[in-house]
């Protein structure tokens, strides 16, 4: 019998670790549900944004904004004045190259050279063979023959014709120097746009500076 009862013991033991297992669960998701429910709670009566603060909130937002569109503007600016500066100075270089190497255009009897012109403006030296800002011919005897020619893609740049002193410059195939209009010893070409300018500056040696 005490066998019996002893078998009998360890049973009821498990059985009633079993059924106490629900209860204490049940008291641990009590204990975890009581903060959520005090957050809920706490979250329902708290009060929104005053009309103040969300009033102070859309002015930071429009003045960032309004600097953010500003820098951009004058970004876009700066760029179009690089653009036509760097085309400009891109073209002199191309017709200095051209001319030290020789490069002649298959029509072109006695070369000469290749000769940049400054066409828009009222002070031009010589007429263009195009009706865009500047172009770079090759120098045949007498004749130019057109080899390109550029138009700046903003109305807002364009040449500074009072302040460039020189609208010719004509790259020699032979002696390597530079023929500038008037017979000076620096022929400059201001470009100006939105308030801004550059000056590009071709010496008779052919040196190129931008200021």
Sequence with gaps: MRDEKDKIKPVI??????????IVLAMTLKNFSTPIRRLADQLSTSKGFTLIEIVIA???????SMIGLAAFVDYSRSQSLNNAV????????????SAQSQVVPASC????????LICSGPSVSEPCNSNDDYEMDAVCGRTN???E???FTDNNVGFDTSSTTSTSFLFKALSGGVDLSAGINTGVVRINGFG????????????????
């Design 13 to 22: 033991a498990s059985k009633a670790k079993q059924s106490s297992t629900p």
């Design 58 to 64: 859309f002015s930071i937002m429009a003045i960032v």
């Design 86 to 97: 760097n085309g400009l100075v891109t073209m002199f270089n191309k017709a200095k190259s």
């Design 109 to 116: 009897i006695s070369f000469q050279g290749y000769k940049v």
């Design 145 to 147: 023959v057109l080899i």
């Design 149 to 151: 020619s550029i138009k």
């Design 196 to 211: 801004n300018h550059k000056d590009i500056s071709v010496n008779k040696s052919g040196n190129i500076t931008v200021n």
